[in-house]
């Protein structure tokens, strides 16, 4: 488990664009079962979460199109709500940093770590940005 202080400016990163924070696995199955569309950021404290995946998550946002709902967990700190989204993202195995966007609760459209790695926001942002457009 990582401390408080070193994920905190992680956390805020995306509680300050709108984020609800997850830490239970119940406030994890509240949020996916809610009516429309819920993208949930698993949050990372790797590089690529840092320079990839929370600006591109950040940046989807400024489409026409978008989630009713955006919610995220952060892996290594909420073990319980990271492992209740990881369960309901099967059958991709479990990644840090990951996105996924679930429509009344069934899961749409999945953004796993290779899809990360290596790739600049831009690009990960307008495959969330088609999803959108697609399933919002």
Not at 59 to 73: A, C, R, Y
């Amino acid at each position: 488990m990582y401390p408080a202080e070193l994920v905190k400016p992680m956390r805020d990163d995306l509680a300050s664009a709108g984020f609800e924070e997850l830490h239970t696995a119940e406030s994890v199955e509240q949020a996916i079962k809610k009516q429309g569309t819920t993208l949930v950021v698993v949050n990372s404290v790797c590089g690529c979460a840092a320079a990839n995946a929370r600006p591109a998550a950040k940046m989807s946002l400024q489409n026409d199109k978008t989630p009713d709902h955006t919610v995220t967990v952060f892996a290594g700190v909420d073990t319980e709500a990271v492992n209740a989204a990881r369960n309901l993202m099967v059958p991709f195995p479990p990644s840090s940093p990951s996105m996924a966007l679930f429509k009344d609760g069934e899961l749409v459209h999945m953004i796993e770590r290779h899809h990360i790695e290596g790739r600049p926001a831009e690009m990960i942002a307008e495959n969330l940005v088609q999803a959108y457009n697609e399933f919002c």
